[in-house]
């Protein structure tokens, strides 16, 4: 199972790489804006006066390069069977 919002976030940090910003500046919808929100927070991104766009900080480019790692994964576990014959029974 793929993690979905961390999947937008690495692509939208590959186009802070290449473009200066998470979108195109005439994109203005609220997941851009939310993305973008969330980056800067998580120090994953910052803006740089001299060049008058976002850059990636080292947070950022490590994200990109370990987005297969399984830190944030959530497990699921079977559940037990309701009529408890699968647990053990005390005698």
């Known amino acids: 199972m793929t993690n979905l919002p961390e999947l937008k976030l690495i692509e939208a940090l590959k186009q802070v790489d290449a473009h200066g910003d998470v979108a195109p500046p005439h994109v203005q919808d609220?997941?851009?804006?939310?993305?973008?929100?969330?980056?800067v927070q998580a120090d994953l991104m910052r803006w740089d006066g001299d060049r008058g766009r976002f850059v990636l900080t080292s947070t950022g480019r490590s994200r990109i390069s370990k987005r297969a790692s399984s830190t944030g994964t959530v497990l699921r576990f079977r559940s037990r069977e309701k009529d408890g014959s699968s647990a053990r029974?005390?005698?």
């Open 30 to 39: 609220p997941t851009t804006m939310v993305i973008r929100q969330l980056a």
């Open 89 to 91: 029974q005390k005698v």
